[in-house]
């Protein structure tokens, strides 16, 4: 199943399950999409898509494929490497990404897997990290490189959460429709162009053991998003360096998600 969160035409927002895939318009969900919930007969107009859920918290891994690592010649590391992007970067798709105004000027993208949890969880197994999960949706952990590297002396997350460094959508897909998600393309096109182009089987932690592994050092949360981290390509190692700028376009390209497409424009 597909869902969606979005505005509708008079800015009340609402759950909906697209009809056929149609963005336009969606039937209403009614209930708590994280335990009981019945698809309506009900259809509205999508005015605009916000972000799948209202992340409690978003958790990211960095370094979580071999070939990123290696094109920034960092070694493998022995655990998931973890970081959080602030609740204020989540943005929905078609969304624009802001350029901020006070910088930075080095704004990268990163094509990522993000995994919904559905249910509460705290020391859970590999085994049992399936049961917890909802679902699956395409994500871009959008960061300043200035900030990131130079202006925040190596810490993360300031450089990471800017408002909108964090497209998620364009839908939540649930489980169900994705029983191997250590098997999927992903992708990042900018103006068109491939930027990114691997599969989750490159991943050096895969998603059950991401979300154990997690779950061992805080409660996960109904709607926390999992970024499982991105391949190779990013903007910021390509000679010469390749930065989001005024009227670009971004899209991450998950293989049975679909497309997250965000424009990027400068903050006024």
């Not at 209202?54 to 690592?69: D, F």
């Not at 969880?121 to 049992?128: G, I, L, Q, R, T």
């Not at 050096?204 to 154990?212: E, G, K, L, Q």
């Not at 376009?249 to 965000?262: A, H, P, Q």
């Amino acid at each position: 199943m597909k869902i969606i969160r979005f505005l509708s035409g008079n800015g009340k927002a609402f759950y909906g399950t697209p009809d056929a895939g149609d963005l336009h318009h969606a039937r209403v969900i009614e209930g708590d999409i994280f335990d009981r919930f019945e698809i309506t007969e009900t259809r509205i107009a999508v005015s605009k898509l916000l972000p799948p859920v209202p992340a409690p918290n978003v958790l990211a891994l960095g370094l979580n494929y071999r070939s990123h690592a290696d094109e920034i010649n960092i070694t493998y590391p022995d655990m998931p490497v973890l970081f959080l992007k602030a609740t204020n970067s989540l943005l929905g798709s078609g969304s624009p990404i802001l350029l901020p105004k006070a910088g930075p000027d080095h704004v990268d993208y990163e094509a990522e897997l993000a995994v919904v949890i559905g249910k509460e969880a705290k020391n859970v197994s590999p085994e049992d990290a399936w049961d917890v999960i909802l679902g699956y949706t395409c994500g871009n952990d959008i960061s300043a490189r200035d900030w990131q590297f130079e202006k925040q002396k190596g810490q993360w997350v300031r450089g990471k959460s800017f408002d909108t460094f964090c497209p998620l959508g364009p839908w939540l897909v649930t489980k169900d429709e994705i029983p191997d998600p250590g098997n999927l393309r992903i992708r990042a096109l900018l103006n068109g162009v491939v930027m990114q182009d691997a599969t989750t089987a490159a991943m050096i932690f895969d998603v059950p053991a991401i979300v154990s592994n997690l779950s061992r050092s805080m409660t996960l949360y109904p709607g926390t998003v999992i970024l499982t981290g991105t391949p190779e390509g990013v903007g910021y190692t390509r000679k010469p360096p390749v930065f989001l700028k005024d009227g670009d376009t971004v899209v991450v390209s998950v293989e049975k998600i679909g497309d997250l497409v965000n424009p990027v424009v400068r903050e006024v």
